[in-house]
């Protein structure tokens, strides 16, 4: 069977973005990627993105939009399956992986604070979920063990945007739960993760959080 042709419409900072671009590099599929800047997209994006938002995949130009709709699209054609076999373990690995989406919502209300008392509750919240993961690890260096698998792909951006932070700030959000950060170390050391996104991130990261009045940038080490 012939390919799509696919593009994926990204935006270069956007995490879930990076979900959908970890699943195309993991199985190797080709595919065209374009950055559009979400503050003047172009017109034609919304008549592919409802909700107005990135990652649209374009398969032979029909829009597919939502990061995880698109990875089971993708892990839909693909001749390997990111997802366990045993239909209760997948629906337990779907149902962990809305809470990344929970944790992602939590990052970005920490790095946009501008009032000391949602910036705690913001960290202390991130913390707190992180912990209750910590419960369901155990061996690594993965989620699951030894295999790299949509779940791992689901949280890969969150970890790269934690450690992000930590880079600039006093947080250690792994300071209670070490497999946690082992699992982190895996995902950000893992070829298709680290490709996912431009080679200038860490530094486009550090501008992206650089916003007048909030209370990360008010700590000393964001420049």
């Given amino acids: ?25 993991e199985n190797k599929i080709e595919h065209e990627l374009e950055f ?3 503050d003047m997209p172009p017109d034609w994006f919304y008549d592919v993105s409802p909700l107005e ?4 995949l374009l398969v032979d130009d029909e829009p597919i939009f939502e990061s995880l709709v698109i990875c089971d699209y993708i892990n839909d054609i693909s001749d390997s399956n990111l997802y366990p076999e045993d239909f209760l373990l997948k629906a337990q690995q779907r149902a962990w992986i809305s809470l990344s989406d929970n944790l992602l919502d939590l990052v970005y209300e920490l790095m946009f604070a501008t009032d ?5 509750q913001a960290k202390a919240s991130i913390i707190d979920r992180l912990e209750v993961i910590e419960e369901q690890l155990s061996t690594g ?8 698998a949509m779940i ?3 949280y890969a951006p969150l970890f790269r945007f934690l450690d992000s932070i930590m880079s600039v700030s006093d947080i250690n959000f792994y300071a209670d739960a070490a497999n946690v950060q082992t699992w982190a170390k895996a995902c950000l050391a893992y ?14 990261f550090l501008v992206y959080l650089n916003r007048p009045h909030t209370i990360l940038t008010a700590s000393k080490k964001i420049q």
Wanted: proline content about 8%; glycine content about 2%.
């Fill in 152 to 154: 791992d792909v689901a």
């Fill in 53 to 56: 938002k990135v990652p649209v």
């Fill in 141 to 148: 260096p993965f989620y699951s063990g030894e295999k790299f």
């Fill in 116 to 120: 000391e008392t949602k910036y705690k």
């Fill in 1 to 25: 069977m012939t390919q799509a042709n696919l593009k994926l419409v990204s935006f270069a900072l956007c995490p879930f973005v990076q979900r959908a671009r970890i699943i195309l590099l």
């Fill in 191 to 204: 070829p298709a993760v680290q490709n996912a996104v431009v080679k200038t991130f860490p530094e486009d």
């Fill in 36 to 38: 559009i800047d979400l």
